[in-house]
């Protein structure tokens, strides 16, 4: 699987957009980006994925770069609740080994 | 509908015990996967099941094993316990293999003393 790279740590504040990038220049023509985030002692939560066209969800919208090279997920109205650890996976479409988290990028969310 | 479950929440076992993880996938989730998350080596992948067969597994040793019934639900065994294997175990349900997002339970944190 492609490679991620994520900033460590990020801040934002309260009600405004937080803005999440995603390095993957290695990413191959089969391969989606996922993004889940993990809240502190519970389960990563699934968040948006997408292949090349931008996707738009309840949660967050995903912006994908024209050569597929890097993403950026966009939480348009941070709140509290959304520091977590966010995590950017690619992953191919035929079957894998799974989910292969890195390191991710804490978000805190500032009042 | 209910989330993915995963019983027991919490468990602290004696080196050189062994232990079983349980888990219940999102009603008509057939794939189960299992990872391991530890502040060292972060979220590890250990195997995924479908259809009851074991699809995929990660590096992990022999000792870690698992299995998945005709209702999808799966357990995960781990063998000989070593101190090294205390983590949070958490399991997650996909409707099918392939293209699709995984729902994870909360985990079941293991202590191994």
């Known amino acids: 699987d492609a490679k991620t790279t994520q900033p460590t740590s990020m801040d934002c504040a309260e009600g405004r957009a937080a803005n999440l990038p995603c390095n993957h220049s290695?990413?191959?023509?089969?391969?989606?980006v996922y993004w889940y985030r993990q809240i502190h002692s519970q389960g990563p939560q699934y968040i948006i994925h997408g292949l090349k066209n931008n996707e738009t969800n309840e949660m967050a919208s995903l912006i994908i770069t024209e050569d597929r090279k890097s993403s950026t997920l966009i939480l348009p109205h941070a709140t509290l609740r959304d520091t977590a650890v966010y995590y950017c996976i690619v992953r191919p479409t035929t079957i894998s080994l799974g989910f292969y988290f890195g390191t991710g990028t804490s978000l805190t969310v500032i009042p | 509908k209910a989330g993915v479950t995963q019983t027991p929440r919490y468990l602290i076992k004696t080196r050189g015990q062994q232990v079983t993880l349980s888990c219940s996938p999102i009603s008509g989730h057939r794939s189960v996967s299992w990872y391991q998350q530890t502040p060292g080596q972060g979220l590890q992948f250990l195997f995924e099941y479908f259809s009851e067969t074991q699809r995929n597994k990660g590096n992990f040793p022999g000792r870690f094993s698992g299995r998945q019934f005709s209702n999808s639900r799966s357990e995960m065994n781990v063998s000989t316990l070593e101190l090294g294997d205390s983590a949070l175990y958490l399991c997650?349900?996909?409707?099918?293999?392939?293209?699709?997002?995984?729902?994870f339970g909360q985990g079941t944190r293991l202590t191994v003393v």
């Open positions: 290695t990413i191959s023509g089969n391969e989606y």
């Open positions: 997650a349900s996909s409707p099918r293999q392939g293209i699709t997002e995984a729902f």
